[in-house]
């Protein structure tokens, strides 16, 4: 059973992928480091936004050297 804290964890969840489209659509690709200062979002979340939009398919991930290089698909 959710709780009202649980949904408002998830709507936090969903802003902050709509946060990540936006960027990664004016932007274009970008590391995830550079995408959690662009969002200004702490990296946690970013990280749960980011397999939010994942798992809907929205996104590429790809590693490049020591990074991880995200953009839509």
Known sequence: ?????S???????GATAGKIWSAL???????????????????????QGL????REGKINIEEEGRSRVVSLT
Request: hydrophobic letters at 45%; glycine letters at 10%.
């Open 51 to 54: 397999g939010w939009l994942a």
């Open 25 to 47: 659509e004016e932007n274009g690709p970008l590391s995830v480091t550079k995408l959690t200062q662009t969002v200004a979002e702490p990296r946690g979340l970013v990280m």
């Open 7 to 13: 949904g408002a964890c998830v709507e936090n969840i």
């Open 1 to 5: 059973m959710a709780t009202a804290t």
